[in-house]
């Protein structure tokens, strides 16, 4: 009985030497690998998509519709949350200060880069199958807000509230408030 409890001692501590050894090599090899950091971001873009920066934009539809090189083909982006007033719409014709509000996209984006960005709250696309994006400069300027804040376009809910909503709104309101753009000759 005795030899038979050496014998277990013995066996179980040949077994703990092999898995601590296991371990020791296991962690030596792991402990050299080095993983890619993940990025940390402020909470409310934690579910937006950031899908490139250097997309050129290559037309102006009108204030709020624009066509960018996408990875080697063209596709027409109707930003998120705004509305300009039509110049190409095919049965209302050309609306008070549309030509300026297509004239101010062309200066702020035409042939330039920018980043485009989904919302998750939002569709990919809209019926008509543009991609749905806000759209940003290469230094930073946010194009649907500044369409906005300048008074070339109005806020635009279409069914859900969107992640710059609130920002959109309030931006709407000074611009009313300002008579800037828009607000300043159109209000019936």
């Known amino acids: 009985m005795k030899k038979l409890n050496i014998f277990i001692v013995f066996y179980f501590v040949l077994i703990l030497l092999c898995c601590l050894s296991v ?3 296991g962690w030596q090899v792991f402990s050299t690998i ?3 950091s993940i990025p940390v971001y402020p909470i409310s873009y934690v579910n937006l998509k950031v899908e490139n920066e250097g ?3 290559v037309d102006v539809v009108d204030g709020d519709t624009i066509k960018v090189s996408l990875n080697g083909t063209v596709e027409t982006i109707r930003l998120i949350g705004i509305d300009t007033p039509e110049t190409v719409h095919p049965t ?3 609306e008070c200060f549309g030509k300026e509000a297509s004239k101010k996209m062309n200066e702020l984006v035409l ?3 920018v980043k485009l960005q989904t919302d998750p709250t939002q569709d990919d696309e809209d019926r008509y199958g543009r991609l ?8 930073g300027t946010h194009i649907n807000l500044k369409m906005i804040e300048e008074g070339y376009a109005l806020e635009y809910t279409y069914k859900v509230p969107y992640e710059y909503q609130s920002e959109f ?3 709407e309101r000074i611009a009313s408030k300002g008579n800037i753009g828009f607000w300043g000759l159109c209000r019936e």
């Open 23 to 25: 371990f020791f090599v």
């Open 34 to 36: 080095r993983l890619p």
């Open 55 to 57: 997309f050129k934009v």
């Open 92 to 94: 209302k014709g050309v």
């Open 111 to 113: 042939n330039k880069y």
């Open 132 to 139: 749905l994006r806000y759209v940003f400069l290469e230094d």
């Open 169 to 171: 709104k309030s931006a």
